[in-house]
């Protein structure tokens, strides 16, 4: 393979060491999402059940909301954390392997067949010129000449799908690298959203609440 057909193939070659790692980055991402929505799961029930024995009431009910949050941030981000990276991501990447490399791929391998042909020619004219017929040599000029063409044309098109490849994939890295960035965004959004007021309840939580709840005794008992 001569040099543009191997800086091609080294280029794809990286491309698709690209998409495995973005596979297996995901795979993470999906783990560490199942591990944080089982954790906030868990961290609901054991609030709930703190809540539950509180004797103290605004106290109680703030370790209530706290807990509910938690599993509002596991319903309301669910589909976006843990069923949009299929569609979004490892589905772009299987587009980018089949649409994209593959058919390069395969355009590459003609093109090399073409250039090996066209050497194979080049080097039997070259044999017949030094004593076959006039008729021989002409045939073979004439097979030469075509692949010539064959060649240059596999070279246009390997141009027009290069510039067409490039743009493609990178609209569609561009749709995974906004999509891995929006999640983000929207589950610390979200987090922020839900978990704003029960901090604001909490923070309004004093000391003396407890107090002004308990039970008064009466001064005529006591004497």
């Given amino acids: 393979m001569e040099q543009r057909g191997r800086t091609l193939a080294a280029q794809l070659q990286f491309m698709e060491r690209n998409g495995r790692a973005l596979e297996e980055l995901v795979a993470k991402i999906m783990k560490a999402r199942e591990d944080q929505e089982a954790f906030l799961g868990a961290f609901a029930r054991s609030l709930e059940d703190i809540a539950a024995q509180e004797e103290c009431a605004p106290l109680a009910q703030c370790l209530g909301n706290l807990?509910?949050?938690?599993?509002?941030?596991?319903?309301?981000?669910?589909d976006v954390m843990m069923l949009r990276p299929e569609t979004e991501i490892?589905?772009?990447v299987t587009q980018i392997q089949d649409w994209a490399i593959v058919p390069m791929k395969r355009l590459l391998e003609d093109?090399?067949?073409?250039?090996?042909?066209?050497?194979?020619?080049q080097k039997e004219y070259d044999e017949l010129r030094r004593g076959s017929s006039a008729?021989?040599?002409?045939?073979?000029?004439?097979?030469?000449?075509d692949q010539k063409r064959r060649v240059e044309n596999v070279n246009a098109l390997l141009d027009t799908h290069t510039e067409n490849f490039d743009r493609y994939r990178i609209q569609k890295m561009k749709k995974i690298v906004s999509e891995l960035a929006r999640s983000q965004a929207f589950y610390h959004a979200k987090g922020l959203e839900l978990f704003a007021v029960p901090c604001q309840d909490i923070a309004r939580l004093q000391s003396t609440d407890a107090i002004k709840r308990a039970p008064q005794s009466n001064p005529a008992e006591a004497s």
């Fill in 67 to 78: 807990g509910e949050c938690g599993q509002k941030l596991v319903s309301e981000s669910h």
């Fill in 90 to 92: 490892l589905q772009v």
């Fill in 111 to 121: 093109r090399e067949k073409a250039i090996k042909i066209e050497v194979k020619l």
């Fill in 135 to 145: 008729k021989e040599k002409e045939k073979k000029l004439r097979m030469l000449s």
